[in-house]
């Protein structure tokens, strides 16, 4: 397990987050499709807090995009960088989540984000961060649309509808909803960096054989909260 510092120079306002990732936004790459579903490693990453304690505790999980198979896997345990603000939960989770990709034995391919990427107030949340800052392939699957509006999707696995954002020009595409389990929640899938909104969804569609959620997130949220609990009951 790797212990993480606040890098120097982390931002420490909210006016100071906002100008890195107004910086940052500009970098994305959204006009390449990604790697193909089901080939080489797909990784998940995740975290767990203990904000009483100020920790936080990062598991990034490689699968073989194929079997699901884990090949690999690695935590990193922190400090929490930066207070709660909504919009802005990127810099409590980069520098712990860095840290984990970093140790990992083998390279990640595709990093699944247990959060947003474009689908986000300010069109850059963890999966576009996190893909800006390694110039890995990202995407973010969220549980709920955040501050977005969509469409029940349709009953069958792999429906989708848009996941919309109003803005003066009219409503812009942010994300799709998507139906992984038959007359289940959707979940919302956004792209973060280096891939396309079909690819995402398709490869959402790959890790999500049996339950709602894709296996890169039920395995890396199990690993977190693990390394949590050693962390502060050790």
Not at 91 to 106: G, K, Q
């Amino acid at each position: 397990m790797t212990t993480v510092r606040i890098p120097a120079g982390w931002p420490a306002t909210e006016e100071e987050a906002r100008a890195v990732q107004d910086e940052l936004r500009a970098r994305v790459v959204l006009d390449t499709p990604g790697p193909p579903p089901g080939s080489g490693h797909v990784t998940g990453v995740d975290v767990a807090y203990d904000d009483e304690r100020d920790v936080v505790a990062a598991a990034a999980v490689v699968l073989d995009a194929a079997t699901l198979r884990v090949v690999a896997q690695a935590t990193a345990i922190g400090r929490i960088s930066f207070p709660y603000v909504p919009g802005l939960l990127a810099f409590r989770e980069i520098p712990t989540v860095l840290a984990a990709l970093d140790a990992l034995p083998c390279p990640p391919g595709l990093v699944v984000c247990d959060g947003y990427g474009l689908a986000h107030p300010r069109r850059f949340g963890l999966a576009s961060h996190l893909g800006v800052l390694t110039d890995l392939p990202t995407i973010g699957v969220a549980k709920n649309p955040f501050t977005f509006r969509h469409d029940d999707p349709p009953a069958p696995r792999g429906s989708t509808s848009p996941l919309l954002a109003d803005t003066e020009a009219g409503p812009e595409e942010v994300g799709r909803a998507l139906r992984t389990r038959e007359s289940v929640k959707p979940v919302f899938v956004s792209v973060g960096h280096r891939t396309t909104l079909d690819n995402a969804c398709a490869h959402v569609l790959a890790l999500t054989p049996a339950y709602r959620l894709p296996e890169t997130t039920r395995t890396a949220d199990t690993l977190c909260r693990r390394a949590l609990r050693e962390a502060t009951e050790g």
